[in-house]
């Protein structure tokens, strides 16, 4: 390398790509992420797409393919409205989770930015999801492609068959409850899509065999109810159950099988988006640290030039800005920025740390080997347990960090801390409490049904805080699983101590039949 | 790693999205694309653009925590001036910071988002369908258009396509064994050469009968055979009158404002946008009348000032002028649009009808006048009609032609009274005036 004439060094000039070029620079970053930074991504595939394209691509969750549904279409129209009226720009790259790892790139980057991309997505995302535990555990990412292609193929299917309005309503209520409708705690087996669609056959074929008119005449005796019956039901039942979704799949007495699959499909895809919404900070964190690795050791090698290490810089500053709170642009903590500083800062711990970094990290304090230490904590935390672990002083006092607490009984909103030494731990907490999925997303859980009389289903919301449900929205979602149940549905509202804050009832207006 | 480029895939993946989304908030879509005509410049008539429809519609509801009430913790950046225990106004909207409220535009009150001019201008022209379209095609007028349709055995001669005979002969001539030129040439000069140099009379005899046997054979199969001709078949299509021409009468006397001028272009320029999309070609002419009618551009139509009387039939003979030197009846569909105060000279009436009965509706397709009112005239339904001179000769028009005629006093009232005249109605009911 060094024995080249410093001209020939440069990978580019000037903003015109091709493919070689491309690959001259995936191979370049490469050379720094996987040699120098010991990172460990999937292939990946370079996907290049118009600016159309992306605005499909962000209709569908960025995924390539996907089953229609019109709430797609109106993403896909708000995107473009706001898009073409330059309200908002489009990423330059979108990411999926996948193997080989899907990047799709902008025809309309520049070759800096394609650099730029290649290192954000390619080697920063693709080794976060390879490598992160949540992603491990909960996601498939062999077999994803082949499980959506197979979900698009069913529900085009069902559409033929029983009629686009009558799929869309299925689609309509299992969306509304995809929030809760999905498994927090990993179960026995690892999910594995491509046994999906086998099994769903299997299923069908053993129902099938199975069935016999005769246990139908089958004489029952009344049985007495008694307290251990009920446990002995809801234990049966699996109560009580915090995946709505997956409840009503199961138990939901007049669905058709169909409309379980179709319940199925849209769990279980949420059910892989559920890691994203676990590591958002980690995830860009990761990738916006090593794309800024990649990029300072390209210049430092002499591989791109000044003007596009500019370039670079512009941008890369535009992404990890944070407005403070009073800023018009605020909009809540920027995860890149957030992601990203405590990266670095862990950095600067490992190699070049203070006393206070020894009292506050003193396992990592000094050991040296910051790309290690990172590769470890990336693999083996979530946001919630990043930020509470390590959440340095030094980045409270940069990111000039305070907690404030709006009780609705007091008359002002209270600084409760502020990043002072008192204040460090509450804020670190805090912060952690809020990137924690358990507890931003409300506790709803299918309590009770009474099987034996009117077969009324009981939801119960543990309120924390006193933070009721949105009403209307509610009210709403709760129709939905009415008809999905068939019958009553009742949601009951109980605050920490058990008391009853508020109640809302559904009736099944056109059930699923 | 591979690189795949992509950019050549079909877009719209969207698309069956989008038609769905459409589809499900059909009638806000269509009501907010009315509203939005209203307020619209004539040049966007009949562009796309942003509409916005109620965000209920649409709502996709999901189980969340209010973000009202209760107690809530924030952790918020930048702070300057605060110290712990400070007490902060809390900000008049709720939401606290305003932050988490709404990130994918969910919870405001209106979706915002922009129509194609296709998606646009059918919804905006949807249940609107010209009157008696179909009346040329079924009374046999329709012109008639030759299409190349394969070949055909019989046909005159212009029409032989030769590489297809050629085709034929050859594959015949091949099955045959017709012999070719060269080798009987080949044939003949080898015996000539024989017969110089003394050659071996059997051998020569052998070749002259071979020679007489090719020759003959070369006879009896012809190069071309009528077996072989093809001619190119055509096939005649009928093809509808895809061509239209609208003729947009106005008065332009010192009676006629600026308002009721605007009112009136309002009403041409839907007419035209409607026409554009049912025909291939759609002429506009312009004519403008006093007391004297004229054939001017548009700009003069709509702009350039004219002081006279006003003899309405003079407009309804050049308009007939026009028809017989560029427009001849059986080429062209004939629309008429008229817009007027009401003012006419009162000797006039009594020509106008019969110009209009006996010699423009029966060439016409539809023949529509909109009478222009001021904004402030007293319009209450039922008020009775108005009683201007042309209103009430117009109004001997029998039912039964293809003529209606309505008031208009506001922009607002342009695309309801087009929407009346133009609405889809069952079979065999004529338009009404009234």
């Known amino acids: 390398m060094t024995l080249l004439a410093p001209q020939s060094k440069l990978l580019f000039e000037g903003p015109d790509w091709d493919f070689d070029l491309i690959k001259r620079v995936h191979e370049a970053c490469g050379e720094i992420g996987i040699k120098e930074m010991g990172l460990d991504p999937y292939p990946n595939q370079i996907e290049v797409i118009t600016v ?111 009629g686009q309005e009558e799929v869309e309503r299925v689609l309509d209520a299992a969306h509304a409850l995809q929030s809760h409708g999905v498994h927090r705690f990993p179960r026995k087996r690892m999910p594995d899509l491509r046994s999906e669609q086998r099994r769903e056959e299997e299923r069908r074929l053993h129902g099938e065999q199975l069935f016999n008119d005769l246990w139908r005449t089958v004489p029952v005796g009344k049985r007495k109810r008694s307290k251990d019956e009920d446990e002995r039901r809801k234990a049966l039942l699996g109560l009580p159950e915090e995946n709505l979704l997956y409840f009503l799949e199961k138990t939901a007495p007049r669905l058709a099988p169909w409309q ?57 500053t535009g992404v990890v800005l944070q407005p ?17 500083a405590m990266c670095c800062d862990i950095e600067r711990v490992c190699t070049n740390p203070t006393d206070e970094d020894r009292e506050w990290m003193g396992d990592i304090a000094g050991n040296g080997d910051p790309y290690g230490t990172l590769r470890d904590i990336w693999a083996n935390y979530r946001d919630e347990s990043f930020v509470s672990q390590f959440l340095s002083p030094r980045v409270i006092r ?23 030494e008192r204040g460090y731990r509450k804020i670190r907490r805090a912060l952690s409490h809020h990137y924690d999925i358990a507890y931003r997303d409300a506790d709803i859980q299918i309590v009770d049904v009474d099987l034996a009389g009117d077969r009324k289903l009981i939801l119960q919301h543990r309120v924390l805080d006193g933070v009721l449900l949105e009403e209307t929205d509610a009210e709403k979602v709760l129709q939905h699983v009415a008809e999905l149940w068939g019958y009553d549905v009742k949601l009951l509202e109980h605050d920490e101590a058990g008391a009853q804050l508020a109640e809302h009832t559904a009736q099944p207006r056109r059930p699923f039949a | 790693m591979h690189i795949i480029d992509r950019r050549l895939n079909p877009g719209g993946k969207s698309f069956a999205n989008r038609q769905r989304f459409l589809r499900r908030a059909r009638a806000q879509v269509r009501r907010a694309v009315r ?50 225990g400070d007490g902060i106004p809390r900000p008049q909207q709720g939401g606290g910071q ?42 046999g007028a329709t012109s008639v258009q030759w299409r190349q349709a394969g070949y055909s055995v019989s046909g005159p001669p212009a029409r032989i396509s030769v590489p297809r005979t050629l085709r034929h002969s050859m594959s015949r001539r091949i099955a045959l064994k017709r012999p070719k030129a060269e080798e009987i040439e080949a044939l003949r000069l080898e015996i000539e050469r024989l017969e110089r140099e003394g050659g071996h009379f059997d051998e020569l005899q052998e070749l002259r009968a071979d020679l007489e046997k090719r020759v003959m054979r070369t006879k009896r199969i012809p190069y071309i055979d009528p077996v072989d001709v093809r001619y190119r078949r055509l096939e005649s299509n009928p093809k509808p009158i895809a061509k239209a021409v609208m003729f947009c009468l106005m008065d332009v006397s010192g009676s006629m404002n600026e308002h009721m001028k605007d009112l009136a ?8 946008l409607f026409l554009n999309r049912r025909y291939e070609h759609v002429d506009v002419v312009f004519i403008r009348h006093t007391h004297e009618a004229q054939e001017v551009d548009e700009q003069t139509f709509f702009y350039s000032r004219e002081t006279g009387g006003t003899v309405v039939s003079t407009a309804l003979f050049k308009m007939m002028d026009i028809v017989r030197d560029r427009y001849p009846v059986s080429d062209w569909n004939i629309y008429a649009a008229q817009a007027s105060d009401g003012d006419n000279t009162s000797s006039d009436n009594a020509v106008v009808l019969g110009q209009l009965r006996d010699i ?75």
């Open chain 1, 324 to 340: 403070s709170f009073d800023d018009r642009r605020f909009s809540g903590i920027n995860p890149y920025a957030l992601g990203f």
């Open chain 1, 52 to 162: 159309e394209q992306m605005l499909d691509a962000y209709a569908s969750t960025g995924m390539p393919l996907f089953y229609r549904h019109w709430s797609f279409g109106k993403h896909f129209a708000r995107n473009e409205a706001m898009y073409r009226k330059g309200y908002q720009g489009l990423a330059y790259e979108i990411v999926i989770n996948s193997n080989p790892c899907i990047v799709y790139i902008m025809e309309e980057n520049s070759a800096t930015m394609q650099t730029l991309v290649l290192a954000h997505a390619g080697y920063g995302h693709s080794h976060f999801f390879k490598n992160n535990y949540v992603f491990k555990q909960w996601t498939d990412a062999d077999g994803i492609l082949d499980y959506l292609e197979f979900a698009r193929g069913f529900i085009a299917k069902c559409e033929d068959r029983y």
């Open chain 1, 398 to 420: 940069e990111f000039g960090l305070f907690r404030v607490v709006d009780d609705e009984e007091e008359e002002e909103m209270n600084v409760a801390a502020i990043h002072d």
């Open chain 2, 35 to 84: 509203e939005a005509s209203s307020s619209r410049s004539i040049k966007d008539a009949g562009k796309g653009g942003e509409v916005s429809i109620p965000a209920g519609g649409v709502h996709e509801p999901h189980l969340h925590r209010s973000s009202q009430g209760g107690t809530r913790d924030y952790v918020l950046p930048g702070n300057k001036k605060y110290v712990e």
């Open chain 2, 98 to 139: 305003g932050s988490r409220a709404s990130d994918s535009g969910e919870g405001e009150d209106e979706f915002r988002f922009a129509l194609t001019d296709d998606e646009y201008l059918d919804l905006y022209l949807e249940d609107l369908e010209l009157p008696d379209l179909a009346k040329r095609q079924v009374a």
């Open chain 2, 265 to 272: 272009k309002r009403f041409y320029s839907l007419l035209y």
């Open chain 1, 260 to 316: 379980r699959e179709i319940m199925r499909i849209v769990r279980l895809i949420n059910q892989y988006f559920y890691p994203q919404r676990q590591t958002k900070v980690m995830n860009e964190g990761c990738a916006t640290y090593t794309h800024h690795r990649i990029m300072n050791r390209l210049h430092e090698k002499g591989q791109i030039s000044d003007g596009s290490f500019l370039e670079f810089i512009h941008s890369h």
């Open chain 2, 360 to 434: 423009i509706l029966p060439i016409c397709q539809y023949y529509a006048y909109v009478e222009v009112g001021m904004d402030d005239e007293e319009d209450h339904p039922g008020a009775g009609e108005p009683s201007t001179n042309l209103w009430r000769a117009y109004r001997r028009v029998p039912d039964d032609q293809p003529f209606a005629m309505r008031k208009v006093r506001h922009r607002r009232d342009i695309y309801p009274v087009f929407r009346d005249l133009f609405a889809r109605r069952p079979e065999g009911v004529a338009a009404e005036g009234g």
